[in-house]
């Protein structure tokens, strides 16, 4: 098993250009998360979906959009990049809710 | 609102020292809590977890944690550390309230280790 993979591992966009953080876990998970890890501020959660077909916003979800599109695969977009969203991406994925989060390797993305 | 506090955001201890890691966290029910570990360029791993039962909990690589509800505490220990366990520390706090486990995690506690 892979377990939880992420792509990109890096990216530098410009200011306004858009993109999309692919995630994929192979271990049947209903749950799946996206975080991002700021220096000094933790892991702090942008969106999440607790089953297929689901999506709710996190505690910073202004900026982004996700898609639960099966139910292995769970995306973030970045619609026009801010400096502001200059991070550390991960996906988390778990069982069920309250279960525990498999994490993924992350992406680190800048924005210039 | 759930919360985590790690108040010490680093600490170095002499490798084969004892270490603890502090945890405190608020929550309004029955909380989940998990430690994480995080090495440089990596994702969390879980050392881990108590959802229930015995208070002490046993993890991997050596940690154990300890559970105290009174304190509001779930601090993290190791009898010795080694040299390979520096890396940075995450407590976490979770639970059934609300739709899907949204974990609230601390910001962490960076460990270094003096050979």
């Known amino acids: 098993n892979a377990g939880v993979t992420q792509t990109p591992k890096f990216q530098v966009l410009k200011t306004g250009q858009s993109m999309t953080l692919q995630c994929a876990q192979d271990m049947n998970h209903n749950s799946m998360y996206w975080y991002r890890q700021d220096p000094g501020m933790g892991l702090r959660l942008i969106y999440y979906s607790a089953s297929e077909g689901t999506t709710d916003k996190g505690e910073v979800p202004n900026g982004y959009n996700v898609s639960r599109l099966n139910k292995r695969e769970f995306s973030l977009r970045l619609e026009s990049a801010a400096p502001s969203q200059t991070s550390v991406y991960f996906c988390a994925s778990s069982e069920q809710a309250a279960d525990t989060q498999y994490f993924g390797p992350g992406t680190r993305l800048t924005v210039l | 609102a759930q919360s985590v506090t790690q108040p010490d955001i680093h600490i170095t201890v002499s490798e084969g020292a004892s270490l603890e890691l502090r945890c405190n966290y608020s929550?309004?029910?029955?909380?989940?809590l998990f430690w994480y570990v995080q090495s440089p360029g990596q994702g969390l791993q879980l050392l881990l977890k108590y959802f229930s039962g015995d208070t002490l909990v046993q993890g991997i690589k050596g940690f154990e944690a300890e559970f105290k509800r009174s304190q509001s505490s779930f601090n993290l220990r190791k009898p010795s550390v080694h040299w390979s366990d520096a890396a940075e520390y995450f407590c976490?706090?979770?639970?059934?309230?609300?739709?899907?486990?949204?974990?609230?995690f601390g910001t962490g506690t960076q460990l270094k280790v003096e050979l």
């Open positions: 929550y309004g029910a029955t909380p989940y």
């Open positions: 976490a706090v979770g639970g059934l309230t609300g739709g899907g486990n949204k974990l609230t």
